[in-house]
Protein backbone atom coordinates (compact mmCIF):
# COMPACT_ATOMS: atom_id res chain seq x y z
CA UNK A 1 0.00 0.00 0.00
CA UNK A 2 3.05 2.68 0.91
CA UNK A 3 4.71 1.50 -2.58
CA UNK A 4 1.40 2.17 -4.15
CA UNK A 5 0.68 5.83 -2.57
CA UNK A 6 4.05 6.29 -3.30
CA UNK A 7 4.45 5.97 -6.94
CA UNK A 8 1.15 8.18 -7.21
CA UNK A 9 2.41 11.08 -5.49
CA UNK A 10 5.29 11.05 -8.15
CA UNK A 11 5.18 13.95 -10.32
CA UNK A 12 4.85 13.05 -14.19
CA UNK A 13 7.76 15.21 -15.96
CA UNK A 14 7.10 18.22 -17.85
CA UNK A 15 6.76 17.92 -21.85
CA UNK A 16 10.10 19.18 -22.89
CA UNK A 17 11.44 16.67 -20.55
CA UNK A 18 9.69 14.11 -21.56
CA UNK A 19 10.35 14.99 -24.92
CA UNK A 20 14.31 14.79 -24.61
CA UNK A 21 13.85 11.27 -22.97
CA UNK A 22 11.70 10.04 -25.36
CA UNK A 23 14.14 11.28 -28.10
CA UNK A 24 16.97 9.68 -26.15
CA UNK A 25 15.59 6.24 -25.16
CA UNK A 26 13.93 6.43 -28.45
CA UNK A 27 17.04 7.22 -30.59
CA UNK A 28 19.13 4.84 -28.24
CA UNK A 29 16.99 1.40 -28.66
CA UNK A 30 16.83 2.98 -32.44
CA UNK A 31 20.69 2.67 -33.05
CA UNK A 32 20.48 -0.45 -31.16
CA UNK A 33 18.53 -1.99 -32.89
CA UNK A 34 19.86 -0.89 -36.37
CA UNK A 35 23.44 -2.61 -35.42
CA UNK A 36 21.16 -5.86 -34.24
CA UNK A 37 19.59 -6.11 -37.14
CA UNK A 38 22.72 -6.07 -39.03
CA UNK A 39 24.03 -8.76 -36.73
CA UNK A 40 21.56 -10.93 -36.61
CA UNK A 41 20.68 -10.69 -40.72
CA UNK A 42 23.94 -12.61 -41.18
CA UNK A 43 22.81 -15.45 -39.98
CA UNK A 44 18.89 -15.34 -40.94
CA UNK A 45 17.36 -13.72 -43.77
CA UNK A 46 17.03 -9.72 -43.23
CA UNK A 47 13.34 -9.26 -43.22
CA UNK A 48 13.12 -12.03 -40.59
CA UNK A 49 15.53 -10.08 -38.43
CA UNK A 50 14.31 -6.79 -38.80
CA UNK A 51 10.86 -7.88 -37.69
CA UNK A 52 12.54 -10.24 -34.45
CA UNK A 53 14.33 -7.16 -33.77
CA UNK A 54 11.68 -4.48 -33.79
CA UNK A 55 9.52 -6.47 -31.71
CA UNK A 56 12.09 -6.72 -29.15
CA UNK A 57 13.32 -3.08 -29.51
CA UNK A 58 9.56 -1.87 -29.44
CA UNK A 59 9.03 -3.89 -26.36
CA UNK A 60 12.40 -2.65 -24.65
CA UNK A 61 11.55 1.25 -25.74
CA UNK A 62 8.05 0.99 -24.20
CA UNK A 63 9.44 -0.09 -20.78
CA UNK A 64 12.17 2.42 -21.19
CA UNK A 65 9.54 5.23 -21.80
CA UNK A 66 7.29 3.97 -19.02
CA UNK A 67 10.24 3.44 -16.53
CA UNK A 68 11.86 6.30 -17.21
CA UNK A 69 10.48 8.87 -20.18
CA UNK A 70 6.80 9.38 -19.14
CA UNK A 71 7.13 8.22 -15.23
CA UNK A 72 4.21 6.10 -15.03
CA UNK A 73 6.28 4.53 -11.71
CA UNK A 74 6.57 1.01 -12.64
CA UNK A 75 6.60 -1.42 -15.38
CA UNK A 76 4.62 -1.24 -18.48
CA UNK A 77 1.13 -2.70 -18.69
CA UNK A 78 -0.34 -5.43 -21.61
CA UNK A 79 -2.44 -2.43 -22.43
CA UNK A 80 0.54 -0.14 -22.42
CA UNK A 81 2.38 -2.35 -24.43
CA UNK A 82 -0.20 -3.19 -27.18
CA UNK A 83 -0.77 0.66 -27.58
CA UNK A 84 2.98 1.32 -28.22
CA UNK A 85 2.71 -1.30 -30.79
CA UNK A 86 0.04 0.37 -32.28
CA UNK A 87 1.56 3.69 -32.46
CA UNK A 88 4.94 2.10 -33.66
CA UNK A 89 2.97 0.37 -36.63
CA UNK A 90 1.69 3.74 -37.36
CA UNK A 91 5.13 5.16 -37.77
CA UNK A 92 6.67 2.26 -39.95
CA UNK A 93 2.91 3.14 -42.25
CA UNK A 94 4.06 6.54 -42.01
CA UNK A 95 7.81 5.73 -43.06
CA UNK A 96 7.01 3.35 -45.87
CA UNK A 97 4.17 5.34 -47.41
CA UNK A 98 6.84 8.68 -47.68
CA UNK A 99 9.45 6.02 -49.08
CA UNK A 100 6.84 4.66 -51.68
CA UNK A 101 5.40 8.62 -52.68
CA UNK A 102 9.21 9.33 -52.93
CA UNK A 103 9.29 6.29 -55.57
CA UNK A 104 6.40 7.48 -57.33
CA UNK A 105 7.12 11.47 -57.95
CA UNK A 106 11.37 10.90 -58.48
CA UNK A 107 12.45 8.24 -61.12
CA UNK A 108 16.18 7.46 -59.07
CA UNK A 109 15.99 9.60 -55.94
CA UNK A 110 19.63 10.03 -54.59
CA UNK A 111 20.56 8.17 -50.93
CA UNK A 112 20.55 12.00 -49.50
CA UNK A 113 17.26 12.43 -50.80
CA UNK A 114 16.00 8.99 -49.60
CA UNK A 115 17.75 9.82 -46.09
CA UNK A 116 16.01 13.38 -46.14
CA UNK A 117 12.48 11.89 -47.14
CA UNK A 118 12.61 8.96 -44.77
CA UNK A 119 14.01 10.58 -41.64
CA UNK A 120 11.45 13.49 -41.92
CA UNK A 121 8.88 10.69 -41.66
CA UNK A 122 10.42 9.52 -38.81
CA UNK A 123 10.79 12.94 -37.20
CA UNK A 124 7.44 13.42 -38.28
CA UNK A 125 6.15 10.34 -37.02
CA UNK A 126 8.31 10.20 -33.74
CA UNK A 127 6.07 13.53 -32.37
CA UNK A 128 2.89 12.62 -33.14
CA UNK A 129 4.14 8.73 -31.35
CA UNK A 130 5.00 11.03 -28.40
CA UNK A 131 1.70 13.26 -28.48
CA UNK A 132 0.24 9.46 -28.46
CA UNK A 133 2.47 7.90 -25.64
CA UNK A 134 2.04 10.93 -23.56
CA UNK A 135 -2.15 11.61 -23.73
CA UNK A 136 -3.05 8.03 -23.99
CA UNK A 137 -1.05 5.23 -23.16
CA UNK A 138 0.93 6.73 -20.42
CA UNK A 139 -1.67 9.18 -19.35
CA UNK A 140 -2.49 9.71 -15.92
CA UNK A 141 -6.28 9.15 -14.45
CA UNK A 142 -7.51 12.22 -14.98
CA UNK A 143 -9.31 11.88 -11.73
CA UNK A 144 -6.65 12.54 -9.51
CA UNK A 145 -5.36 15.55 -11.02
CA UNK A 146 -7.89 18.64 -10.74
CA UNK A 147 -7.64 18.81 -6.53
CA UNK A 148 -4.21 18.03 -6.99
CA UNK A 149 -3.46 20.56 -9.21
CA UNK A 150 -5.94 23.48 -7.45
CA UNK A 151 -4.35 22.03 -3.56
CA UNK A 152 -7.40 23.56 -2.08
CA UNK A 153 -10.29 20.70 -2.27
CA UNK A 154 -9.45 18.44 0.63
CA UNK A 155 -11.69 16.08 2.35
CA UNK A 156 -14.67 16.70 4.45
CA UNK A 157 -14.81 13.77 7.44
CA UNK A 158 -18.23 14.00 8.95
CA UNK A 159 -18.36 12.64 12.98
CA UNK A 160 -21.65 11.14 13.96
CA UNK A 161 -21.49 10.58 17.75
CA UNK A 162 -22.98 6.45 17.97
CA UNK A 163 -26.02 7.42 20.12
CA UNK A 164 -27.33 10.50 18.34
CA UNK A 165 -28.20 8.62 14.67
CA UNK A 166 -31.43 7.06 14.95
CA UNK A 167 -31.59 3.25 14.77
CA UNK A 168 -33.99 3.36 12.24
CA UNK A 169 -32.92 4.77 8.80
CA UNK A 170 -36.11 5.91 7.75
CA UNK A 171 -36.36 8.25 10.66
CA UNK A 172 -33.24 10.13 9.03
CA UNK A 173 -35.49 11.67 6.76
CA UNK A 174 -38.41 12.37 9.10
CA UNK A 175 -36.52 13.41 12.49
CA UNK A 176 -37.95 16.82 12.98
Keep these: MQKAQ ?13 FARFVLCGGGVGVASSFAVAALASWIPWVLANALITVVSTLLATELHARFTF ?5 ASWRQHTQSAGSAAAAYVVTSVAMLVLQQLVAAPGAVLEQVVYLSASALAGVARFVVLRLVVFARKRTQAPAAAVGTARPVRAA ?11 KLCYAA
Design 160 to 170: VARGSAPADPA
Design 71 to 75: GAGGR
Design 6 to 18: SQEQVAAPGAVTA
